[in-house]
């Protein structure tokens, strides 16, 4: 385990996981602004070598620290993103059925020729037999993403997107992948990763997962940012805004949290407004602003009618 | 450390965390890995490998901090005696007293020595394995007597007699009351850690077993431990209604299609297509009777509709007594407790009318019935002796893809007195009797699975 643990950061600058607090900063330098919490999960998964479960409501960060994480780590990402009917053929490999037709057509011509020389009956099978391996092995495999990652020798970052989308079976199925590092294909055996993936999981928690796969993952639940957080976040994502107009939309997207609302905005969604704040010119928020540009925040329609004849009194708010 | 982390998984699994063999070796590697210097980063980490929902998440904070709560014991040492100077502290004590270690540290109020003699006499004194409440003075006593608290009263009594020795006695007996103090509190957070979610389950599978029409119903207390029960279950049943529609049936070619696909490449079959299986999303229709009859169970009847609809995407609510009405809006809208109120006040506790109320749904309602639709009746079968409107219901039975019908009084009521039970039951495809939670939970795993028709 340690071992393999080490080949998987061989590629990365091995310094920003020496601790907790340099992976925070490395996050950040790939523009990911990270609390404690998500640095020492992601900490240890990558020194337990798990996988890691990642949970939130939408637009909280959960893709986006994958992503950030392979820029990190300098390893190539592979993504599969989940949803019903998904199964091994889409997700593991699938045999290239064209390719393995067209070639037992070319071959037909020349089946003769190469069974000719066959002594018997038995020595001729032999060798229709060695053939009919040929057509299952490697070259007529179709890898997808899960087989993909296995490959990688040098490590990957593997996110499997929204896995709550997808169905029991198909999860049940993953449990091989994410607990060995290897799946089982009937017709060539076992394939193991020479490098073990570092596995993201994301769930909006559309239904419960299974108790085995959660077992087999560090558990992280990012939460709403508080608004140090988020004014760090917007910062960063946003580079050119005034630090004054980060400090009041901030506090407005959080007061707007405090209300009762179908969606509350998440952080996508206090970026995006920052950066429409930002088209618009907008230098200080007024209730003219906030009414034109409510509909980035809010997606239901219910919600945006509850907000809207509150924005003066929301705005007077003091920032928390 | 390693019996302190295996504490704490128990007191963890006490709060409903669960802890596997699985998650409690990577407990360890964690430990081994961050280490115990950094209190946050210990948590941190911990809580990556041990809790694995929100909920849990919020109970393993919980249950850290009282674990690891090991906040100062206060010991100051007892006030010297007046006019002296500080000397041993042992003066005027008898001298069996220098042999005994407790009454030394509690003399010095040596509280750091103290909460390490507790801890050492709580592991001899088995507190953690404290079950109820009524085992906390037990307990407090033993872990007294485990730290030597008959030593100490032995001291006292002796120093009473001494010449001069009243003024130490009395030192000491104040110190031996701080230390009882801080035995029963101690006890008390042991109790906190492993015994409060034991009675939580042992509480919640009471509820599970009583009857719910029972006289009284239920508590009010467990109202809400009720109602995080049934939403469990009704997620459960949503649960297994959202399961994927297509199934591919992998192995069997789909001839048809694949020779169709074929064409183009001279009818070579480069494309092949597998036989898939078309499983749809049903819909659900729930009725649910509130009249008097059914008074004591309508709560729970309600608390289960209610829950029903928030889990399920196609669902339509009605609530009857005399007449029907859609309680649709009502349930979207309204917090659970508001909405039962709400529906009780509108339609409830009236007279029932069961053919009046299928009268209602079949003029009004009847087009939200086809051959998709599961229609689930909540009700007794009590219908005042009027007409039961039996075609009324084979009219339902007849579109809807399967009718079942949750009845709170057990079989052997059926059709005696004013139920006609027995006579709808002949249009259902399950008649259950459902009056715990219990048998609901297992009407939702057994029935509804093995004879709802596909």
Known sequence: ?320 | MQGALEDFFRALRAADVKVSPVEAIDAHLTVAKVGFSDRELFKDALCATLAKTADEVVRFDATFDTFFARDQVSFAPPPPPSGEERGDPMDGLPPEAADSDLARMLMEGDASSIAQAMEEAAERAQVSQIRLSTQRSRLTRRLLEEMGLGEIEAIINAARKLEGGGDAADRLEAGKRKLTEEAQRYVARQHELYASGSGKMLREEMLARKALNAEGGIDPVDQAMMQALVKKMAKRLADRYSRRRNRAKRGHMDIRRTLRKSMPYGGMPFEVIWKTEKIDKPSIVCICDVSKSVAAAAQFLLTFLYSLNEVVDRMEAYAFSGRLISVNDILDDEHVDKAIFEVLKRIGFQQTDYGKSLEDFCENHLDHVDSHTTVIFLGDGRSNYADPRLDLMATIQKRARSVIWLNPEPESYWSQGDSVMYRYERFTHVAKTCNTLGQLERIIEDVLRTYVPR
């Open chain 1, 1 to 320: 385990m340690t071992l393999s643990s080490t080949a998987a950061i061989k590629a990365a600058p091995t310094d920003v996981l020496g601790s907790v607090d340099a992976l925070i900063a490395g996050l950040a330098s790939v523009g990911y602004i990270a609390s404690k919490r998500i640095a020492t999960a992601l900490y240890m998964a990558i020194h337990l070598q798990k996988p890691i479960l990642v949970e939130g409501s939408a637009g909280v960060g959960k893709t986006e620290l994958a992503l950030s994480t392979a820029t990190l780590l300098n390893q190539p990402l592979i993504r599969m993103q989940c949803y019903e009917g998904l199964d091994e053929s889409k997700a593991l490999y699938e045999w290239k059925y064209g390719k393995q037709l067209l070639y037992t057509q070319i071959l037909k011509d020349r089946m003769g020729a190469a069974l000719a020389d066959a002594a018997d009956m038995d020595a001729a099978m032999d060798r229709l037999h060695g053939i009919g391996d040929l057509f299952f092995s490697e070259p007529f495999l179709e890898p997808r993403p899960l087989m993909k990652a296995l490959k990688e020798d040098d490590g990957c970052v593997l996110l499997i997107d929204e896995i709550d989308k997808s169905d029991e079976a198909f999860e049940a199925f993953l449990l091989e992948v994410l607990s060995a590092y290897q799946v089982s294909i009937p017709e060539l055996g076992v394939i193991k990763a020479k490098t073990p993936p570092l596995v993201f999981l994301t769930s909006n928690n559309v239904r419960d997962l299974g108790d085995a796969l959660k077992r087999r993952c560090l558990h992280l639940h990012i939460p709403l940012p508080d608004a140090a957080l988020e004014r760090k976040i917007v910062a960063s994502r946003v580079p050119d805004i005034e630090a004054t107009l980060t400090a009041e939309l901030v506090g407005f997207v959080q007061s707007l949290r405090t209300l009762d609302l179908r969606k509350s905005p998440s952080i996508s969604e206090t970026v995006d407004w920052a950066r429409a704040l930002i088209l618009l010119n907008a230098d200080s928020l007024d209730v003219e602003v906030v009414r034109d540009t409510l509909n980035v925040l809010l997606k239901f329609e219910p919600d945006i009618n509850a907000v809207e004849p509150q924005i003066g009194e929301l705005l007077r708010r003091p920032a928390a």
